[in-house]
């Protein structure tokens, strides 16, 4: 337990933190008052971890870091000790939540963003508690054109929450339709409502009040709101489950990722662990492109190849085996799985040729981050390692390729390098579905088509010159 104001916690689970206490801002409901918090004290970042050290509180890197709920972290006067303080717990590991009412400059983030391990270590809330009466309610905060601006953040890979919170009774609820305009216009997932904190006191990890009682404004509107926001986003009821969340996916993601490395290890036709880390990778690159959530996209990328016939057989490609065992093993929801199974059979270049191609997004995107790791430099190494592999040449002018590609022809062990890069290579930068895989594989498409026309004229093979000439001049543009 440690409680001295500037630093809160009842258990090492949570640590509340802040460099000053008290608010300039004037929000109707604000409880500082109540607690005993007037006018303004402040120390500085080194000041507040200095008391820490000093503490004999027990916090280890799964501790969560709150900031924000005795001050404005994001005055102008504090906004620096903020980012110091998240700075900190972020280098150690742990997951920092921020909540602000005010408009957080990129500059500030782009701070942390280095320091970030996965998505949802660091988490920004928003709190808002009325749109259409802010005027009156939230007087002396951030007007809530720039303050929603934050959300913008999202697009930079950092979870951005909506926090309704206060609930303000026959306030808040007239906003529904504004806040669900909100969330659609900002791409908003999670929202958190609520009463300001519950009576549940052994579920509760804040304090609140000198007698140690807590607050609790509970508020009959809450659940039509929690009803109505359903509809468009995650909804929870404190923002600690949002932390959770994110953190449970990271566990679960970590977990795939052991699963289907012990499946894959082994592989050395080039379709193992390297490939799905490279297309993991790219795939998260796309998402976020595409901003879209990246936990299916990381599922799909992470088990595309677990049941790959080479490896595994007919059966479980047909079956999709491993992918459906990995899953329930680590008991990801039905309902993803779902869409994760979806994606995977109708990801890959010959069912492309059987007019077979993923119609989700997040299917698109790992198709794509898949094509795309088949061509650029990465895509010819990875061919002549296979072609190779089976005692094919690089380069055999005699052999000239497919006049049109079709299933019933395309063979993945080709007669060489180049006749595989006409027969599936140079296609694929067609079969892009995304726009961020449109312009990563418009780079990659380049690459092969600037090494083939070297190597034609290194070789003095005119003929495949020309070849290559016409096969470009007739790819769709
Ligand atoms: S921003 Fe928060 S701390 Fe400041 S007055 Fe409003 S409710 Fe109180």
């Known amino acids: 337990m440690i409680d001295n104001g500037y630093l809160f ?24 008052t109540k607690m005993g918090i007037k006018g303004m004290k402040k120390k500085t970042s080194d000041e507040v971890l200095e008391l820490l050290k000093k503490s004999d509180y027990k916090w280890n890197e799964d501790t969560l870091i709150t900031m924000g709920c005795f001050s404005e972290c994001f005055d102008e006067e ?44 660091f988490i920004l809330f928003v709190s808002t508690s009325t749109i259409s009466q802010y005027d009156n309610y939230e007087k002396g905060t951030e007007k809530l054109e720039k303050r929603f601006k ?13 926090y309704i919170k206060p609930v303000i009774e026959n306030v808040t609820i007239k906003d529904v339709d504004l806040y669900k305009k909100l969330i659609e216009e900002k791409k908003i997932s999670d929202v958190v409502i609520g009463s300001i904190f519950t ?38 009821r404190r923002s600690s489950e949002v932390l959770k969340y994110y953190k449970a996916r990271k566990e679960l993601i970590e977990k795939v990722k052991v699963e289907v490395y012990n499946l894959l290890k082994k ?50 490609a047909s079956n999709l085996t491993n992918a459906k065992s990995i899953m329930s093993k680590v008991n990801i929801d039905d309902n993803i799985q779902e869409k994760v199974l979806d994606a995977i059979k109708k990801i ?11 119609e989700s997004i997040e299917g698109m995107i790992v198709s794509d981050a898949d094509m795309c790791d088949a061509i650029g430099v990465t895509g010819i190494l990875r061919s002549y390692d296979y072609q190779k592999s089976n005692g094919k040449p690089f380069f055999d002018r005699g052999s000239f390729p497919d ?39 418009a780079n990659r498409h380049d690459i092969i088509v600037s090494i083939l026309y070297h190597l034609f004229e290194e070789e003095n093979a005119s003929e495949w010159k020309e070849y290559l000439d016409k096969f470009i ?5």
């Open 267 to 316: 592989d050395e036709s080039g379709h193992g662990m390297e490939h799905v880390n490279r297309v993991y990778d790219l795939s998260l690159k796309f998402a976020r492109k595409e901003e879209v959530d990246e936990f299916i996209p990381s599922l799909i990328a992470l088990l595309h190849e677990v049941d790959d016939y080479k490896l595994f057989g007919e059966e479980n």
């Open 199 to 236: 009576e549940e006191e052994n579920i509760e990890s804040v304090h609140f009040s000198n007698d140690s009682k807590l607050f609790y404004n509970e508020c009959k509107d809450e659940e039509e709101i929690i009803k109505s926001l359903s509809k468009v986003a995650r909804v929870f």
């Open 78 to 121: 504090n906004k620096d000790e903020t980012i110091k303080i998240a700075k900190y717990f972020l280098e150690r590991g742990n997951q920092v939540q921020i909540a602000t009412k005010r408009y957080v400059s990129y500059d500030y983030i782009e701070k942390l963003l280095p320091l970030i391990k996965y998505y949802g270590q």
């Open 403 to 441: 006049e049109k590609v079709e299933v019933s022809t395309y063979k993945l062990c080709d007669d060489s390098v180049v006749r595989h890069c006409f027969n599936k290579l140079l296609c694929l930068k067609n079969l892009m579905m995304t726009d961020a895989g449109k312009m990563e594989a």
């Open 150 to 162: 934050n959300f913008d953040l999202i697009k930079n890979n950092i979870p951005v929450v909506l």
């Open 348 to 358: 890959g270049y010959k069912k492309s040729l059987m007019g077979i191609r993923p």
């Open 9 to 32: 916690a009842k258990d090492e689970k949570r640590l509340f933190i802040n460099t000053s206490l008290g608010c300039k801002s004037k929000c109707q409901f604000c409880y500082l």
């Open 473 to 477: 001049d007739n790819l769709p543009k």
